[in-house]
């Protein structure tokens, strides 16, 4: 349900359902994966498929008439038939400053799959298990409340129906860190330093969209 007031809408929290285990059997339209070699090795053997670098579809060049560089460092593979119908792997790696080219191709990265190209009703997360945990755990929910919240544009970004985030070892760290962060409002303020990188959103946007999240699952 939404509530105008203004040129705000207020939404309620974005659900993401947490899953413990392989996420390798979790379907998806959609998933976000990191560059670890061994998944991506896995994922190209499984789908029969390759990575190929991220490109802007080309009637976006021709509607648009101007040339698009493309993103830099994400790879993309779709396969129908495979479990995960469409993979983006994510070459940059996360911190607590990432770097603003990293931010906006990763930013980009998710306007092109999911606006224009695949439009998914399941996106499935499969973060980073190498960093701090707390780390991932932020610079994941920022990234899935853009996706849902950012406007990009004249139009609202396309919002998947069902969002998932997979973690081999524990999911349930999202909700506890998250809780940790959240009444206290780091999270908020982590979102608004991040999105100081590539202005996709004023600080009015997020404060009138408040990062909020409802998990469900087991985790």
Not at 25 to 32: C, G, M, T
Request: charged share 25%.
């Amino acid at each position: 349900m939404t509530q105008e007031s203004g040129n705000a809408i207020r939404r309620g929290p974005i659900r993401i359902c947490l899953t413990t285990g392989d996420a390798m059997a979790l379907p998806a339209d959609l998933a976000f994966v990191g560059s670890g070699q061994n998944l991506l090795s896995r994922v190209e053997s499984e789908s029969e498929s390759s990575f190929e670098k991220l490109e802007y579809p080309d009637w976006m060049e021709r509607k648009y008439r101007m040339r698009f560089d493309g993103m830099r460092s994400t790879r993309f593979l779709a396969s129908p038939n495979f479990i995960w119908k469409n993979v983006a792997s994510i070459r940059a790696r996360p911190s607590r400053e990432l770097r603003a080219r990293f931010q906006v191709e990763i930013l980009e990265s998710m306007v092109v799959t999911v606006r224009h190209i695949v439009r998914p009703r399941r996106v499935l997360f499969v973060p980073y298990h190498v960093h701090p945990k707390e780390v991932v755990v932020l610079n994941t929910l920022c990234l899935i409340y853009l996706m849902m919240r950012a406007p990009l544009g004249k139009r609202t970004f396309f919002r998947p129906f069902e969002i998932e985030i997979a973690d081999l070892d524990d999911a349930g760290v999202f909700r506890e860190i998250f809780a940790s962060v959240s009444d206290n409002g780091l999270f908020r303020e982590f979102v608004k330093r991040q999105v100081e990188k590539y202005w996709c959103m004023s600080e009015e946007q997020i404060d009138s969209n408040a990062p909020e999240f409802e998990f469900y699952g087991p985790g």
